[in-house]
C-alpha cells in the first residue's frame, strides 16, 4: 500500500542544537501532518499543512517548530533551538484530501533524542 | 482537557476471547472515528472506522459500536490471536473547518497464546 517514508528513523542531538526531521509522503497526497508521541503514549497532533501554508497547529507547536514542503521535496519539521522536553518520537502522516473521514497514512517515525 | 479517553490503559486477553476496547469523546461535533493500530516501531494504521451516522461497523472479527447519546464508543475483537498484540487508538474527527485527527491515549493489547 502507500507509504510513508522518515528520515532519519533516529536522531541524537545537543539541547540547543537545530534538527530537521524529513518526511517523503505519499506521492499523490496534499496535506500533510506531525504528530508526537511519548513513550508509547498519546499520539499528539501539532500541525498540518497545505498547499504551502500551515492550516491548524495545536499548542504542542512552539515557535522553535517550523514546517515546510520546499518545491516538492520532503516534508520536514524543523526545531531551532531543542530543548529536553523534544525527545519523543515524531510521527509524519499525510491524506489525499481534508475531509473528515480522510484516511492518514503514517510513516514509522523519527525517534528524536535531546541530550 | 483530553478529548478522547481511552480504556483500559492495558488489556489481556487469552487467545479466542473476545477483546472489548472502550472510547469516550467530550466534543459534540466529532462525528468520524476511526480506529487505528499501532505496532512497536511502527506507525499507526487505520483498522476501522464508523462515522456518526452509524451505530455498528463490522469488518471481519472487528466490530465498533457506537452510541451517540452516551459520546461512548467501543471496539470488539473477537477470536483475538497473538497477532492482535498492539496499541490500539480511538480517534476523532469533525468536519468543522480544517482537518486534524485527535488521538486517545491508546489501549496496549496483549494476546497470550
Known amino acids: 500500500g502507500p507509504k510513508v517514508l522518515q528520515i532519519p528513523s533516529h536522531q541524537i542531538i545537543d539541547m540547543g542544537q537545530m534538527v530537521t526531521l524529513n518526511c517523503d509522503p505519499v506521492s499523490n497526497h496534499l496535506y500533510f501532518y506531525w504528530y508526537k508521541q511519548i513513550l508509547g503514549q498519546q499520539m499528539e497532533f501539532l500541525v498540518n499543512?497545505?498547499?504551502?501554508?500551515?492550516?491548524?497547529k495545536s499548542k504542542l507547536f512552539k515557535d522553535q517548530f517550523s514546517v515546510e514542503r520546499p518545491d516538492g521535496s520532503y516534508f520536514t519539521l524543523k526545531i531551532q533551538p531543542t530543548a529536553l522536553e523534544d525527545s519523543a518520537v515524531y510521527f509524519c502522516?499525510?491524506?489525499?484530501?481534508?475531509?473528515?473521514?480522510?484516511?492518514?497514512?503514517f510513516g514509522h517515525g523519527t525517534k528524536l533524542s535531546v541530550l | 482537557q483530553q478529548q478522547v479517553r481511552q480504556s483500559p490503559q492495558s488489556l489481556t486477553v487469552w487467545e479466542g476471547e473476545t477483546a472489548i476496547l472502550n472510547c469516550s469523546y467530550e466534543?459534540?461535533?466529532?462525528?468520524?472515528f476511526p480506529w487505528y493500530q499501532q505496532f512497536p516501531g511502527e506507525g499507526p494504521a487505520l483498522l476501522i472506522s464508523i462515522r456518526s451516522v452509524s451505530d455498528k461497523k463490522e469488518d471481519g472479527r472487528f466490530t465498533i459500536f457506537f452510541n451517540k447519546r452516551e459520546k461512548k464508543l467501543s471496539l470488539h475483537i473477537t477470536d483475538s490471536q497473538p497477532g492482535d498484540s498492539a496499541t490500539y487508538f480511538c480517534a476523532a474527527s469533525a468536519e468543522t473547518g480544517g482537518y486534524k485527527v485527535v488521538f486517545g491515549s491508546g489501549t496496549r493489547l496483549l494476546v497470550s497464546p
Open positions: 466534543d459534540s461535533t466529532f462525528n468520524y
Open positions: 499543512f497545505y498547499n504551502g501554508k500551515v492550516m491548524e
Open positions: 502522516a499525510s491524506s489525499l484530501g481534508d475531509r473528515a473521514n480522510e484516511r492518514l497514512f
